[in-house]
């Protein structure tokens, strides 16, 4: 049921998120997912169906992610909000992301606004990555012939080096994509590509489903994460172990509601029994990026045909 979503093009998603389509939705079925939410509260495994993770193993550390910004939708606009929730909230101030963008799209880097957006980011300590380059926007970098792939991501390296200093070389493809054609390409421009271990399933419309049944879905997503650790598969990195977790900061829902997610992720993973670091988010730019880059070295991506 979820999934049926995922076939929407991003034009009809956006039309209908104009439209008001999600409210008038949400209002019509608020019933049924009332009784949905109950069910779904105790859909999770439980501590006793993972396995016991080994004496003194490190403790994990919740690297965050966001795909498709900066957005440049006011007034309300959602990469401000979420970054202004990652600096300021009661589970850790100054928690630091990583930011896949969208350098090119008029409707994000590619204009003043995205691009002062931007700036932002970096001053504030966030890392800068790349998403897209195209300034054709979200394109499926399955779609791109080697040259227009290699040439967009050429851009979107110089883009985020013209703000930053430096060239980035982490890479998370649109729709999570690719194969052994685009991961050649990512190579040959010193790309590593990043993608996930817990996903907010925010990337397209949110229906009331996603949305209240997030608090289930990311501690299914955690109790199998933990079997991973306790099964050695993820790497150990300054002494914990990092967590991807992928967010839009596009999505205005997502923005409305960071500071409640840093309270699921942190809540969730109590629940099913992975220990935390201290400080549960990265806060520092530098540490964020050893870890990002460790995790996209170590995931040693398989060939798998393009969708
Ligand atoms: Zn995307």
Redesign the pocket.
Known sequence: MFQSVVSLSWKEIAHRRRAGFEHAYRKKTTAALLSLLALCACAGPSIEQVRALPPNAPPARFLLTF??GPSTWEPYNPTRAILDALARNSVQPGIKAVF?L?TRDPRAGGSAAGRAMMRREHAEGQVLGV??GSARG?IDHCLMPDAELARTLADAKRDIAAITGRAPDLV?????DYDARTLAVYRGLGLHMLLTDVSAND?VIYFWNVSLRRRAHIRDELATLRERIAAGKLPVVDGVIPVVVAF?DTNTYTAHHMREYLHILTGEAADVGLVLAPEPFYGGAAAIERAARARALAAGWQDRPCP
């Open positions: 795909d498709d896949f969208q998403h897209s979200h998370r493809p649109p729709f999570w990337g839009h």
